[in-house]
């Protein structure tokens, strides 16, 4: 089992997540060889820490032989798309901590290029393996709870200053998980307090198809359960709840499956298409939480690649 040789890009911010957990469980599959960081010194620490050369440049560590792949993570995702983009024409392959990008036409721009250079181009959803998720979907696509009308996700959120592309962003991922048909519109809302902003934002996804979807982002201690259910499906026959608190996100099989997709050609766990359509949702939720009033939806592109 040969391991993916990757750059961090942004090493500042991969070093204490998650991501570097799962990767360093996989030593034969994942090794960490090269480090940046928006700022030199900060890479040149991280890099020490990551036990990686350091690159005070981007397209110094893209120069590198060393390297088959990026992970991009940390700063504003506004600086995703162009770190991605460089990455590919440098026929690298691409995993970024969700969103993919700042836009849906932006990842329309990657997913092509990824495609016509043979790569391997994801956004690290992890959330879509946590148990509450795995759970439910298991138990409405055996019809347990009969017919769903509404399945309802929460998280907490330890702000909403980036709106729906900051934390809790996997909850439009998540969506998405519960009905594949074509979205309908899009109707969300902030809570208000003196006319900003403040505690929650709320998004409600009508599809061709029953169940439509709800999201709330709750700013409130990740760790403590919340005041409404982390997931709720109503169905015809029975109703599932879930209000546990947070647990660690499940990371082996995204990484596992990376490894597959990159070293066996196997499928990708998460479609660059399905991440696309994640940041089309938040986006839809961005503009009618502005506007007070309800998107009509495009069509979501084809996870199928």
Known sequence: MTPIRLGIIGAGSFANSPHRSAMEAQPDRFEIVAAHDSSPSASLDWATRLRA????SLDDLLASRQIEGVFITGGPVSGRFEAARQALEAGRHVIVEPPMA???????????LARRKGLTLTAAHVRRWDHAIVHARTRIEGGELGDVALVKLAAAVGSLDDGPFGEGFDLFDAALLFNTTELVDVAAAPSLRHGNPSHALTALFRFEAPPA????M??????????????????????LSDNSAAAAPVTGPFYEGVWRAIRERAKVPVLAAAARNAVYLAEC????????????AERLLKAVE
């Open 102 to 112: 700042a836009s849906a036409a932006q990842c329309d721009q990657l997913i092509p």
């Open 285 to 296: 939720a961005q503009v009618s939480s502005r506007r007070g009033q309800a998107v009509v």
């Open 218 to 239: 709750l700013v409130a201690v990740a760790s403590t359960p919340l005041a409404l259910p982390r997931l709720l499906a109503v169905g015809a026959r029975s109703t």
């Open 213 to 216: 979807v709800e999201i709330t």
């Open 53 to 56: 050369a350091a690159y005070e």
